[in-house]
């Protein structure tokens, strides 16, 4: 007995749209299967409009499935079946979707992605994932995950990298980062680059140098002068414009302001008389207006407007 033909070729024969080849699998299939044919047939007669406006939203299209069989009269002793075969339909029309989504841009090189005003979260083909800041854009290659991993950033991007034996590599300007699945942030500003690894490990290359990195290490690289300066521990607040959240404990008040100005991005200066004072406080994606008073507040300290964007604490 024939197996039933794949989904792809199921949408495409109810569609009207089926190539020569997908008719006769359809109608071989058919031939040795009349009565599940038929009944996908009617199923596709009253689920298949959603074809035309499909999301790729399979909760959703479960929810009309489900409206649907719950309200209809026409229904037998075999619906729970029915619903199962509804659902393949629904995934089916997902996966054309999906199928004729990929074929119209495979052609197109690279895939391009851009954060605007908020962060963008990315689900690359490999499994792997990345969140891009406001401002960034990332471009992936042609042929990714086929003979390469490889990605193009401009700005900064954090990567949770799928673990494959083919190597996942992130190029900014003359600077290659290379990893085979681990978690680490990348950021480049105006020549110069920094890379943070919060997980296993990464190389990191540029003309004539090339640096290794672990967990909780970090490496900056600037373009005009070709210095390199590795450091570590990695502070948690480095990774605040993912997390909206800043953690300071026992922390110099100077290096306080450094995070915080980096967060917001604001010039805070610090009065000299402070320098050793420390502070231990938590902020959850506050206002640069309410983590001031808190630090008022708690420090007994003012907070002076210098400027748009500069502050001074005294």
């Known amino acids: ?28 299939w058919q ?13 596709w007669e009253e689920y298949g409009s959603l074809a035309k406006s499909f999301k790729p ?17 026409t229904r037998t002793s075999n619906t729970h079946w029915l619903v199962k075969v509804a659902a393949t339909v629904v995934i089916a029309i997902g996966m054309g979707w999906l199928y004729q989504a990929y074929t119209s841009s495979s052609n197109e090189s690279p895939r391009s992605f851009l954060a605007t005003n908020e962060n963008l979260s990315i689900n690359l083909t490999d499994g792997t994932s990345v969140i891009l800041s406001p401002g960034s ?9 086929e003979h390469r991993r490889s990605v193009y950033l401009k700005g900064k991007g954090f990567f949770d990298v799928e673990k494959d034996p083919l190597a996942f590599e ?13 978690s680490f942030q990348v950021a480049e500003d105006q020549g ?30 600037t373009s005009a002068t070709s210095e390199w300066r590795k450091t570590g521990p990695v502070s948690e607040n480095q990774f605040a ?24 991005e604001v010039a805070i200066e ?28 708690t420090l007994g300290v003012k907070v002076d407007t210098i400027g748009a964007r500069h502050f001074r604490i005294e």
């Open 192 to 221: 110069q680059t920094e890379v943070i690894v919060k997980e296993g490990v990464v190389t990191v290359q540029a003309p004539q140098k090339e640096v290794t990195l672990v967990a909780n290490e970090q490496v900056s690289f």
């Open 170 to 182: 992130v190029h900014l300007n003359e600077v290659r980062v290379l990893v085979h699945g681990t």
């Open 31 to 43: 031939s040795e299967n009349p009565n599940e044919f038929q009944d996908l047939q009617a199923i």
């Open 1 to 28: 007995m024939m197996d039933r033909p794949n989904y792809i070729t199921l949408t495409e024969y109810f569609k009207g749209e089926a190539s020569q080849e997908m008719i006769e699998a359809v109608t071989s």
């Open 241 to 264: 414009w993912k997390t909206r959240v800043l953690t300071f404990s026992k922390t110099a008040m100077t290096d306080f302001a450094r995070d915080l100005g980096k967060y917001y």
């Open 137 to 145: 854009s990332l471009e992936v290659a042609e042929d990714f995950a």
């Open 270 to 297: 610090v009065d000299e008389e402070l320098v050793n004072r420390q502070i231990t406080t938590r902020f959850n994606d506050q206002s640069l207006a309410e983590v001031f008073e808190v630090v008022q507040v």
């Open 57 to 73: 939203d399979l909760t959703k299209a479960w929810n009309q499935i489900d409206e649907r069989t719950s309200n209809s009269d």
